[in-house]
DNA sequence: CAATCGTGGTC
DNA sequence: TGACCAAGATT
């Protein structure tokens, strides 16, 4: 590997291409303070760019600041993420701020071992924050960087093995550079993005072409090489829906399931014999499918808290994706219908 | 360590 | 069309 770095020299391919061809104006680009990178960071996790761009302008508008989040209920925080997905990055994002607050004074630290004890921040996004926030070295791995140096040193193994990550992160150490750590990040981001693509890569158009392992051994396709798929399985899920004059009955999900801590159609382990069917949607999640079954009924008990939410409330609340397609659908049904 | 945690884009 | 994948972290 050093042979290589000392003939060609990967940084300055990787900072050259991303000024000329990198991305640039991205919303957590202009006008960059540590927070902006800190909120950016945590809704990319496993998120394209252009699904978290609106729900970036959106919270940067409802919470502008470490203190403002910090004042900010856990509803409201998980009202304004609806929709985005993995819910404890919100809540953590919260939790994260109130620690920012509170232990560091209001600052954001450019320090490893301090950002990794803020919750939500894992080895990536640590290294992320140094690099986009401070402008310093921070290393960074996240899928494409898996991808990019899987094809261009040549790594085997599954992607989504441990042993696959240990040795990416340990070329990625002795790879990232101590200046200019801004551009190389984002180099590195967009290269594997736009360019090292999973599927159709553009070869022709990537500057790391000339000592790429894949490349020279017709490879690019077959790697990075990846684990059997497992099949995943199926779930019937049971809820109830309760809709009257005083609007839709709907309960504050348990954190020890998925949804934790949003609004829902109370979740029941089985209906009733005589329970008249409402409708279903089917959903699937990372690791299961989930069909759900929605059954009329009255004065549900539960431990959760509970409450009812009217057509104009249901914009309030945080409610998941799937379910409150359903709702909207069945509401507008109703409406047709009265 | 392997399972869990959402949703939408892509081809 | 369905399988893969996305600026991963947590337990």
């Not at 502008?64 to 403002?68: I, K």
């Given at each position: 590997?050093?042979?290589?770095?000392?003939?060609?020299?990967?940084?300055?391919?990787?900072?050259?291409?991303?000024?000329?061809?990198?991305?640039?104006?991205?919303?957590?680009?202009?006008?960059?303070?540590?927070?902006?990178v800190l909120v950016s960071e945590i809704m990319l996790q496993q998120t394209q760019?252009?699904t978290v761009?609106?729900y970036f302008?959106r919270w940067?508008?409802?919470f502008?600041?470490?203190?403002?989040l910090?004042?900010a209920?856990e509803?409201q925080v998980l009202n304004c993420w609806q929709g985005l997905g993995y819910y404890s990055r919100a809540r953590n994002l919260r939790r994260a701020a109130l620690y920012?607050?509170?232990?560091?004074?209001?600052?954001?630290?450019?320090?490893?071992?301090?950002?990794?004890?803020i919750p939500g921040i894992g080895?990536y996004t640590a290294?992320a924050i140094?690099?986009?926030?401070?402008?310093?070295?921070?290393?960074?791995?996240d899928?494409?960087?898996?991808?990019?140096?899987?094809?261009?040193?040549?790594?085997?193994?599954?992607?989504?093995?441990?042993?696959?990550?240990?040795?990416?992160?340990?070329?990625?150490?002795?790879?990232?550079?101590?200046?200019?750590?801004?551009?190389?990040?984002?180099?590195?981001?967009?290269?594997?993005?736009?360019?090292?693509?999973?599927?159709?890569?553009?070869?022709?158009?990537?500057?790391?072409?000339?000592?790429?392992?894949?490349?020279?051994?017709?490879?690019?396709?077959?790697?990075?090489?990846?684990?059997?798929?497992?099949?995943?399985?199926?779930?019937?899920?049971?809820?109830?829906?309760?809709?009257?004059?005083?609007?839709?009955?709907?309960?504050?999900?348990?954190d020890?399931?998925v949804w934790p801590k949003l609004?829902?159609?109370?979740?029941?382990?089985?209906?009733?014999?005589?329970?008249?069917?409402?409708?279903?949607?089917?959903?699937?999640?990372s690791?299961?499918?989930?069909?759900?079954?929605?059954?009329?009924?009255?004065?549900?008990?539960?431990?959760?808290?509970?409450?009812?939410?009217?057509?104009?409330?249901?914009?309030?609340?945080g409610?998941p994706a799937?379910?409150?397609?359903?709702?909207?659908?069945?509401?507008?049904?109703?409406?047709?219908?009265?």
């Open positions: 590997m050093s042979h290589k770095l000392s003939t060609f020299s990967f940084v300055e391919s990787v900072n050259a291409w991303q000024q000329q061809h990198g991305r640039h104006q991205l919303p957590w680009q202009l006008n960059v303070n540590p927070y902006k760019v252009a761009i609106p302008e940067m508008q409802n502008p600041t470490v203190e403002a910090a004042q209920t509803d920012i607050t509170a232990e560091l004074a209001g600052q954001i630290p450019a320090d490893i071992e301090e950002l990794r004890k080895p290294g140094l690099s986009f926030a401070f402008n310093q070295r921070g290393v960074i791995v899928g494409n960087v898996k991808r990019l140096f899987a094809r261009y040193f040549g790594i085997r193994g599954a992607v989504n093995s441990t042993a696959f990550s240990k040795t990416v992160w340990a070329y990625a150490e002795a790879v990232t550079p101590t200046q200019d750590n801004r551009r190389f990040a984002q180099g590195l981001l967009d290269l594997g993005s736009t360019v090292c693509k999973p599927r159709l890569p553009l070869c022709d158009a990537c500057p790391l072409r000339p000592e790429c392992f894949a490349w020279a051994h017709n490879q690019v396709e077959s790697l990075p090489e990846r684990s059997p798929k497992k099949t995943i399985p199926k779930r019937t899920g049971h809820f109830v829906w309760d809709y009257n004059s005083e609007g839709l009955l709907l309960e504050q999900r348990n020890t399931s609004w829902a159609l109370p979740e029941i382990d089985t209906p009733t014999s005589t329970a008249k069917s409402k409708g279903e949607f089917h959903h699937q999640f690791h299961y499918k989930l069909h759900a079954c929605i059954w009329h009924s009255k004065d549900h008990q539960s431990d959760n808290k509970q409450s009812r939410f009217t057509v104009n409330q249901l914009d309030t609340v409610l799937p379910m409150r397609k359903f709702i909207e659908s069945a509401l507008d049904l109703n409406a047709e219908e009265s």
